[in-house]
């Protein structure tokens, strides 16, 4: 019977529509578009946020705008206004020299009222509230108002104006003598007022306090309240002394090169410390000494130009606050015989006669010097931090420009550990805000990034075994009818708003873990080694008993055992409370059965109720949708002939599941793995409302943490915009981005690796 040959093709069944070939061309174009965008966004925000940290690491800069010369004479002293356009000069006789630097109205003198009756024999300047006390030759002193005003004309031009206000002259010390150096605090309700005097070619020291009533049209007459005689307490050559803020200390220099702290408590003063900053060095003398703005820092300069700096701190050992060497900054290059302390941070600048240095107090970093051309007698820094004034050796002032808008801010600030002003050690911290002026910004990096990891890592320990697991099971064990409910179901679970786990962490289940630890910790340990000794006991059971219930629908038997054991647990917890978690009040010595105490004594870590345990148990439940979806595909795509040939040689499922298949998706689920860490990692809502956002470094599970996207979202509304914290902030997710980067890198190269190894196809 002849064959019937098939038609032959007709050519133009294989053609394609020029249309479908246009498209496919645009396409593949618009692909490659697509992912060289997305490359450049990449890049661009790369750019963006190193744009926005560079200035962080840039030193001050500054330069002389003007020189003026005033009259010649023997300065006192040298100060300046808030907006740094009449600073003024002290002369020896109690007149002050104002020099217009901005306008043509050239030097204004104004004189102290009292000087040229009684004489000026010596001057401390305070700068943050304007106020000069002034010492006489006749053994008084007063208060010198310097007030600033600005005025404004008729072409809205404005100028500043100066005016003296001088108060009552009071007596200090030994009557006639007179001061030789002074100094003054204003606390608000205690003033104090130190002097040195000479009598017979011998120092002495006195103090008053001062008294002000106050009346409704404001503060009263200030009248000394009591006086007292320090110069017992000192043993050696009084040099030079500082006052403190508070009104409550003298720190006096002896030429002896030790340090003395008196403190004022109860009315008499008392020698609360003795310090030899120098002591390993042949002359141990003090050459300068100055408090930083807050007068809880003062610097100490040595004749050689060794700097060091002392902090107050709480001393545990004497239970009061001492002074602690906290700072050595860069040596001066010679003998410093000039400084000036900014009252808007922790800069201070120190001069020697021909060199100044900028430096910032808390990170010790230089931010300026320059060797100047002039020898350099008195200097000030502006109240807006923005100008620095030199006064030289030839009557000539010199204005000069300051452009230093994040002294805060360095390498070792954002990484390393640092000694803040009231610790009593280095450590890292981040606290950017404070209630006062004075406050010293701390805005290290590494709670941050530990706090970051220590919420991944909680959140993972509670996610990738369920997630894991229940992917393998869905994958390789339950029936394809209960699969297409459990699949889709999981995927929604990832679309909850991360806002809304965040509330019921942080208003559900903080409040019920905080008392039910124990009986967590039953369910964490008994619920999977339930379902091991179920698996153990349901494998050995006669294939007659197990017929009934058919492959895949084992956790119909199962979830009833899970949910026994786990309310069982539940139950019990308090019971186990009782027997292991008891704790003995240390006020009654009654024994108290309460996880919350037991925890804190046995371990001396704290016991928080928004903790690590609940963003776990939280962040956990957003990052295993994620991780299940992705492993169970991974899972699911593996060839069926490895299953297959793996059960025709005899072994099990659960052998071919965990032998062959996982394997063999190892790449896929190591991709699920590292999606899920980034997911957990980017975190925000839920570490703001679940943990107390609270920046500390300890693993500790029953504490919180602080989390780099969290300190973003809270911080960043608030920052001021390009200032230090907003740039810091920056940094914070520069931080991110370089953290996820090299973790993805990581990743994918140990993806290749694995899929390169398991691979089924050549």
């Given at each position: 019977?002849?064959?019937?040959?098939?038609?032959?093709?007709?050519?133009?069944?294989?053609?394609?529509?020029?249309?479908?070939?246009?498209?496919?061309?645009?396409?593949?174009?618009?692909?490659?578009?697509?992912?060289?965008?997305?490359?450049?966004?990449?890049?661009?925000?790369?750019?963006?946020?190193?744009?926005?940290?560079?200035?962080?690491?840039?030193?001050?800069?500054?330069?002389?705008?003007?020189?003026?010369?005033?009259?010649?004479?023997?300065?006192?002293?040298?100060?300046?206004?808030?907006?740094?356009?009449?600073?003024?000069?002290?002369?020896?006789?109690g007149d002050l020299l104002f020099i217009d630097v901005v306008g043509d109205r050239g030097v204004m003198t104004k004189s102290i009222p009292f000087a040229a009756e009684h004489g000026v024999g010596a001057v401390r300047y305070n700068q943050l509230n304007q106020r000069l006390t002034v010492g006489t030759k006749d053994g008084q002193f007063a208060l010198v108002d310097i007030e600033y005003k600005p005025v404004y004309g008729a072409d809205n031009t404005?100028?500043?104006?100066?005016?003296?206000?001088?108060?009552?002259?009071?007596?200090?010390?030994?009557?006639?003598?007179?001061?030789?150096?002074?100094?003054?605090?204003?606390?608000?309700?205690?003033?104090?007022?130190?002097?040195?005097?000479?009598?017979?070619?011998?120092?002495?020291?006195?103090?008053?306090?001062?008294?002000?009533?106050?009346?409704?049209?404001?503060?009263?007459?200030?009248?000394?309240?009591?006086?007292?005689?320090?110069?017992?307490?000192?043993?050696?050559?009084?040099?030079?002394?500082?006052?403190?803020?508070?009104?409550?200390?003298?720190?006096?220099?002896?030429?002896?090169?030790?340090?003395?702290?008196?403190?004022?408590?109860?009315?008499?003063?008392?020698?609360?410390?003795?310090?030899?900053?120098?002591?390993?060095?042949?002359?141990?003398?003090?050459?300068?000494?100055?408090?930083?703005?807050?007068?809880?820092?003062?610097?100490?300069?040595?004749?050689?130009?060794?700097?060091?700096?002392?902090?107050?701190?709480?001393?545990?050992?004497?239970?009061?606050?001492?002074?602690?060497?906290?700072?050595?900054?860069?040596?001066?290059?010679?003998?410093?015989?000039?400084?000036?302390?900014?009252?808007?941070?922790?800069?201070?600048?120190?001069?020697?006669?021909?060199?100044?240095?900028?430096?910032?107090?808390?990170?010790?970093?230089?931010?300026?010097?320059?060797?100047?051309?002039?020898?350099?007698?008195?200097?000030?820094?502006?109240?807006?931090?923005?100008?620095?004034?030199?006064?030289?050796?030839?009557?000539?002032?010199?204005?000069?420009?300051?452009?230093?808008?994040?002294?805060?801010?360095?390498?070792?600030?954002?990484?390393?550990?640092?000694?803040?002003?009231?610790?009593?050690?280095?450590?890292?911290?981040?606290?950017?805000?404070?209630?006062?002026?004075?406050?010293?910004?701390?805005?290290?990096?590494?709670?941050?990034?530990?706090?970051?990891?220590?919420?991944?890592?909680?959140?993972?320990?509670?996610?990738?075994?369920?997630?894991?697991?229940?992917?393998?099971?869905?994958?390789?064990?339950?029936?394809?009818?209960?699969?297409?409910?459990?699949?889709?179901?999981?995927?929604?679970?990832?679309?909850?708003?991360?806002?809304?786990?965040?509330?019921?962490?942080?208003?559900?289940?903080?409040?019920?873990?905080?008392?039910?630890?124990?009986?967590?910790?039953?369910?964490?340990?008994?619920?999977?080694?339930?379902?091991?000794?179920?698996?153990?006991?349901?494998?050995?059971?006669?294939?007659?008993?197990?017929?009934?219930?058919?492959?895949?629908?084992?956790?119909?038997?199962?979830?009833?055992?899970?949910?026994?054991?786990?309310?069982?647990?539940?139950?019990?917890?308090?019971?186990?409370?009782?027997?292991?978690?008891?704790?003995?009040?240390?006020?009654?010595?009654?024994?108290?059965?309460?996880?919350?105490?037991?925890?804190?004594?046995?371990?001396?870590?704290?016991?928080?109720?928004?903790?690590?345990?609940?963003?776990g148990f939280m962040m956990g439940f957003a990052v295993i949708p994620i991780i299940f979806t992705i492993a169970e595909d991974a899972l699911s795509n593996v060839p069926q002939a490895l299953r297959s040939g793996s059960l025709a040689l005899g072994a099990s499922r659960w052998q071919t599941a965990f032998r062959i298949v996982l394997p063999t998706a190892s790449a896929g689920i190591f991709s699920a793995l590292m999606i899920g860490l980034g997911r957990?990692?980017?975190?925000?809502?839920?570490?703001?409302?679940?943990?107390?956002?609270?920046?500390?470094?300890?693993?500790?599970?029953?504490?919180?943490?602080?989390?780099?996207?969290?300190?973003?979202?809270?911080?960043?509304?608030?920052?001021?915009?390009?200032?230090?914290?907003?740039?810091?902030?920056?940094?914070?997710?520069?931080?991110?981005?370089?953290?996820?980067?090299?973790?993805?890198?990581?990743?994918?190269?140990?993806?290749?690796?694995?899929?390169?190894?398991?691979?089924?196809?050549?």
């Open positions: 019977m002849p064959v019937k040959s098939s038609p032959p093709p007709v050519p133009a069944r294989f053609r394609v529509a020029k249309a479908t070939l246009l498209m496919d061309r645009f396409m593949n174009e618009f692909i490659k578009i697509g992912g060289l965008s997305v490359i450049v966004a990449v890049f661009g925000i790369f750019v963006f946020i190193l744009v926005q940290i560079l200035p962080l690491f840039r030193g001050a800069e500054a330069g002389e705008l003007k020189a003026i010369a005033i009259e010649p004479g023997e300065y006192l002293d040298l100060g300046i206004d808030e907006w740094s356009e009449l600073p003024f000069a002290l002369q020896g006789d404005r100028t500043i104006e100066a005016e003296l206000n001088a108060g009552e002259l009071l007596p200090i010390g030994r009557p006639g003598v007179p001061v030789a150096m002074i100094g003054y605090a204003d606390a608000g309700v205690r003033k104090l007022v130190v002097a040195k005097q000479i009598v017979d070619g011998r120092m002495e020291l006195h103090a008053v306090t001062l008294a002000q009533r106050r009346t409704l049209m404001g503060g009263g007459r200030v009248t000394v309240d009591q006086s007292y005689d320090l110069t017992p307490l000192i043993a050696g050559t009084i040099d030079q002394f500082l006052v403190a803020s508070q009104a409550d200390s003298v720190l006096i220099a002896t030429t002896e090169g030790e340090l003395i702290y008196l403190f004022l408590d109860g009315g008499q003063f008392y020698v609360r410390q003795r310090i030899k900053p120098f002591a390993h060095l042949s002359d141990p003398r003090i050459a300068h000494l100055r408090y930083v703005f807050g007068d809880v820092t003062f610097v100490a300069v040595a004749g050689n130009g060794e700097t060091k700096g002392y902090s107050l701190y709480l001393d545990p050992a004497v239970g009061s606050r001492q002074f602690g060497e906290t700072k050595h900054f860069a040596s001066q290059p010679g003998a410093t015989s000039v400084s000036a302390a900014s009252v808007r941070n922790k800069a201070f600048l120190l001069g020697t006669e021909r060199h100044a240095r900028l430096i910032f107090s808390t990170t010790e970093t230089v931010r300026w010097q320059k060797n100047l051309d002039f020898t350099i007698r008195h200097a000030v820094i502006g109240g807006k931090y923005d100008r620095m004034v030199f006064l030289d050796d030839q009557s000539k002032l010199h204005l000069y420009w300051l452009r230093d808008p994040h002294p805060e801010s360095s390498f070792r600030a954002f990484f390393g550990k640092l000694w803040y002003e009231g610790a009593s050690e280095p450590k890292f911290d981040w606290q950017s805000t404070g209630g006062s002026d004075d406050f010293e910004p701390k805005l290290s990096l590494i709670p941050l990034i530990i706090g970051s990891l220590k919420g991944t890592l909680y959140a993972l320990l509670f996610a990738v075994p369920i997630a894991l697991l229940a992917a393998t099971y869905t994958s390789q064990f339950l029936r394809p009818g209960v699969k297409t409910i459990v699949k889709p179901t999981m995927e929604i679970m990832a679309s909850l708003p991360s806002v809304v786990l965040g509330f019921l962490a942080a208003l559900w289940l903080a409040p019920i873990l905080e008392t039910r630890v124990p009986s967590i910790l039953l369910i964490v340990t008994l619920v999977p080694l339930s379902a091991l000794v179920f698996g153990w006991g349901w494998a050995r059971l006669p294939p007659r008993i197990r017929l009934f219930i058919p492959p895949g629908w084992e956790f119909i038997v199962f979830f009833p055992i899970m949910f026994i054991t786990g309310y069982l647990a539940w139950q019990l917890g308090p019971a186990l409370e009782r027997m292991v978690f008891v704790v003995s009040d240390p006020s009654t010595g009654v024994r108290i059965a309460d996880f919350r105490l037991w925890w804190p004594s046995v371990t001396g870590t704290p016991f928080e109720q928004r903790n690590s345990l609940v963003v957990a990692v980017g975190e925000t809502m839920i570490v703001v409302m679940a943990t107390g956002n609270t920046p500390i470094m300890e693993w500790n599970i029953f504490s919180g943490m602080r989390t780099l996207a969290a300190n973003i979202a809270v911080e960043l509304p608030e920052a001021p915009h390009h200032g230090t914290l907003y740039r810091s902030l920056f940094l914070g997710a520069m931080m991110l981005f370089l953290m996820t980067f090299l973790v993805n890198t990581v990743a994918e190269v140990l993806r290749q690796r694995l899929r390169d190894r398991y691979k089924t196809v050549e």
